[in-house]
């Protein structure tokens, strides 16, 4: 994958704003040429790709503004690089980062800054191509920055942890999000990526099917004779992942006495099989999920502390779908898609799509799955998917759906800004900015779908921009 990467020139933009030397962009852009990095100066009437660097020689409001809208929110991969002798406060750094920098390096700092940004930019480019291509793309939808960044990183722990750090291709990666989120199409990616795992195969373990009497037979296996119904001798889950991967789905639901043995296993890289004294090797990386607060049962004593710190090497949190919004539609064209054998889906009445953007979903994707096949059976064409088409369950639920501008949460906030001394007008303003932030966030790189959330028109939500572009 180097190989097939370093063959191809890599497409970059480049920006500087109050950098003292003016030789330094030019002697970037000569360097890159030589590492096979393309590079253009950015320009906001421009679309210039996904990877960019900006040299930096200040951090204000226009700064910021600037990156929230050349990387488009964070959807963008943008390397910051602060060129100035003066120290970079902590807390302008994290400002930078929420803007939507990927990463902020000192130059002052650095012993070769020129090779440290271009070794940033090749992984990016390698990783982008990652999260881009079809098996990720095709599996777990989703455009939003939150989406985006988890996405992100579950791609450079399985595809480049292994070359980087060969002593963490076993770590263990902890998935956890409520039921629905995604999390075994998250561990079968993981195995998928992982160089080192996928020749080999991935375990699925529901640990809510465990039967504790049996002492773990599912997990360890057992000899002839180990207990009752035991007529001939089976391997378990540990040694059928042998070089490959082991998902523990809902690892929460593991007994004690289960924890325990599973963590000697991790420790020591064996396992006993029931009924038998022989210790047996194993090797291969443990993918665990749940939706359990595990460092909430570890505090009630249902999970072990040294475990839970064993699996947490890496851990990931699936946002639910109310997190992320603003792929609702985009995930309802895909399982219509899906259901459709691959065939374009029909265009969704703008009546359909609000109702699935404000709808609440408890069962998170799955659930929106479902509804989205109940809609498409119903679905008479040509012409869009409409509100008729809603199963009559969810017709009742569309009568209903009209947005309470006066829930608790509203009204406890209004109640505390009143006391503050807020008058009308700032309270206005305090939810004119939520709402427009709010949305533009979800949607993420669409300007359009945030205004025709928001019902208003593109130039308004450009003209509120330009107003806020200072705010924080």
């Avoid at 012993?111 to 390698?126: E, F, M, N, T, V």
Wanted: one cysteine or more; charged letters at 25%; a negative charge.
């Amino acid at each position: 994958m180097e190989r097939t990467m370093d063959a191809r020139k890599i497409e970059t933009w480049l920006y500087a704003l109050w950098v003292d030397s003016g030789d330094l962009s030019k002697d970037l852009i000569e360097y890159f040429a030589d590492e096979n990095i393309s590079t253009c100066i950015w320009h906001p009437a421009n679309t210039l790709g996904s990877l960019g660097v900006l040299l930096l020689g200040d951090v204000n409001a226009e700064v910021r503004h600037f990156i929230q809208e050349a990387s488009q929110n964070g959807l963008r991969r943008l390397l910051v690089v602060y060129t100035a002798q003066a120290a970079l406060p902590p807390d302008e750094a994290h400002d930078l980062l929420q803007a939507g920098a990927a990463d902020v390096l000192i130059w002052k700092d650095l012993p070769d800054p020129p090779a440290a940004i271009s070794a940033r930019l090749k992984r990016w480019a390698r990783l982008e191509e990652v999260v881009e291509s079809p098996l990720v793309k095709n599996n777990l939808v989703g455009e939003s920055r939150a989406w985006k960044a988890l996405l992100r990183q579950i791609v450079e722990i399985a595809s480049f942890t292994p070359e980087q750090s060969p002593a963490q291709a076993r770590a263990p990666v902890l998935l956890i999000g409520e039921t629905g989120t995604g999390k075994e199409l998250v561990a079968r990616l993981i195995h998928s990526l992982d160089p080192l795992r996928s020749q080999h195969e991935l375990m699925v373990v529901d640990c809510t099917t465990i039967v504790p009497d049996l002492s773990g037979s599912e997990l360890f296996g057992h000899e002839r004779g180990a207990f009752t119904g035991a007529v001939n001798a089976r391997d378990g889950a540990l040694a059928m992942a042998n070089h490959g991967t082991l998902f523990l789905d809902e690892v929460g639901e593991l007994t004690l006495n289960l924890q325990v043995q599973l963590l000697r296993s991790l420790q020591e890289q064996t396992y006993k099989r029931v009924g038998s004294d022989q210790w047996r090797k194993t090797d291969f990386r443990l993918v665990a999920a749940t939706n359990r607060d595990l460092s909430l049962e570890e505090a009630q004593g249902r999970f072990r502390r040294d475990l839970y710190y064993r699996l947490s090497t890496w851990t990931f949190r699936l946002p639910p779908l109310r997190e992320r919004t603003g792929d609702i539609l985009h995930l309802t064209r895909h399982f219509m898609r899906q259901d459709n054998d691959g065939r374009e889906p029909p265009e969704i009445d703008g009546l359909v799509q609000k109702y699935l953007v404000q709808r609440a979903y408890p069962g998170n994707v799955r659930e929106l799955k479902n509804l989205t096949a109940r809609m498409l059976t119903r679905y008479v064409g040509p012409g869009p998917l409409t509100i008729g088409d809603l199963p009559l369950e969810e017709r009742v639920q569309y009568l209903k759906q009209v947005p309470s501008h006066t829930d608790c949460n509203l009204e406890t906030g209004v109640r505390q800004a009143l006391e503050q001394g807020a008058d009308l007008s700032t309270l206005i303003e305090r939810v004119k900015y939520a709402a427009y932030s709010i949305a533009l966030e979800e949607a993420g790189s669409s300007k359009q779908r945030a205004a025709a959330r928001l019902g208003v028109s593109d130039r308004t939500l450009q003209m509120w921009e330009k107003e806020n572009s200072g705010s924080k």
